[in-house]
């Protein structure tokens, strides 16, 4: 899904010249003044509506063991990686969890993770909370070297959950997170998790 979005907004892009864009440190200035900087230099090179639903900037905080000074930067993701203070809140938030871990060789991980179909709550560096609702998830079954796609998303003109598997689409008649128990033994499942921003309108 990152490839598609990347890949739509390369193409849907109305910046068609990209112009040089030296980048500057913080200097102990405040976060806001920063960020929006940062925020205003990437949209110069980066306006399409993708950056425009699914973009938002994370903060890095690096300090040097020696000398303790601290240098700030801020950086534009199209996906959330956790933990990071996140400074602007982006009208659709992307989830992928993390499924696989590595010890000896891959596994995939298979334990319940469950999930809230509304009132996600997500704070940013300014304390400003904003409320996400579970609007599609994208499944994965089998291992790492292959399986199958299925996705759930929700029909906001009747407000009901529906199942799509390839070529065939079907109202979904219970939760979209589902337990381990319902699947296969044979079969695991990984979830990406997409959330609308109820905050700011649909």
Same mark, same amino acid.
């Given at each position: 899904?990152?490839?598609?979005?990347?890949?739509?907004?390369? #193409?849907?892009?109305?910046?068609?010249?990209?112009?040089?864009?030296?980048?500057?440190?913080?200097?102990?200035?405040?976060?806001? @003044?920063?960020?929006?900087?940062?925020?205003?230099? *990437?949209?110069?090179?980066?306006?399409?509506?993708?950056?425009?639903?699914?973009? /938002?900037?994370? @903060?890095?905080?690096?300090?040097?063991?020696?000398?303790?000074?601290?240098?700030?930067?801020?950086?534009?993701?199209?996906?959330?990686?956790?933990?990071?203070?996140?400074?602007?809140?982006?009208?659709?938030?992307?989830?992928?969890?993390?499924?696989?871990?590595?010890?000896?060789?891959?596994?995939?991980?298979?334990?319940?993770?469950?999930?809230?179909?509304?009132?996600?709550?997500?704070?940013?560096?300014?304390?400003?909370?904003?409320? *996400? #609702?579970?609007?599609?998830?994208?499944?994965?079954?089998? /291992?790492?070297?292959?399986?199958?796609?299925?996705?759930?998303? @929700?029909?906001? #003109?009747?407000?009901?959950? *529906?199942?799509?598997?390839?070529?065939?689409?079907?109202?979904?008649?219970?939760?979209?997170?589902?337990?381990?128990?319902?699947? #296969?033994?044979?079969?695991?499942?990984?979830?990406?998790?997409?959330?609308?921003?109820?905050?700011? /309108?649909?």
């Amino acid at each position: 899904m990152v490839f598609l979005l990347d890949f739509l907004h390369e #193409d849907l892009n109305r910046v068609q010249e990209k112009p040089y864009i030296e980048l500057e440190d913080s200097d102990g200035r405040p976060d806001e @003044k920063v960020a929006k900087e940062a925020w205003d230099r *990437y949209k110069k090179r980066n306006d399409s509506f993708i950056v425009d639903l699914f973009h /938002g900037m994370l @903060k890095s905080t690096v300090v040097c063991p020696e000398c303790n000074y601290t240098s700030v930067t801020f950086d534009p993701f199209a996906s959330l990686s956790l933990p990071l203070d996140v400074v602007l809140t982006n009208a659709i938030l992307v989830i992928h969890l993390k499924r696989f871990r590595t010890m000896f060789r891959i596994n995939k991980i298979n334990e319940f993770v469950d999930c809230p179909l509304e009132g996600l709550k997500i704070r940013n560096s300014r304390n400003q909370e904003h409320i *996400y #609702d579970l609007v599609a998830v994208s499944n994965h079954m089998g /291992g790492l070297g292959g399986g199958h796609y299925t996705a759930y998303a @929700k029909n906001r #003109d009747d407000n009901r959950w *529906y199942n799509f598997d390839d070529s065939f689409t079907c109202h979904l008649s219970r939760s979209p997170i589902v337990r381990p128990s319902h699947f #296969d033994a044979c079969c695991s499942v990984e979830w990406k998790c997409i959330f609308n921003n109820s905050t700011v /309108g649909p």
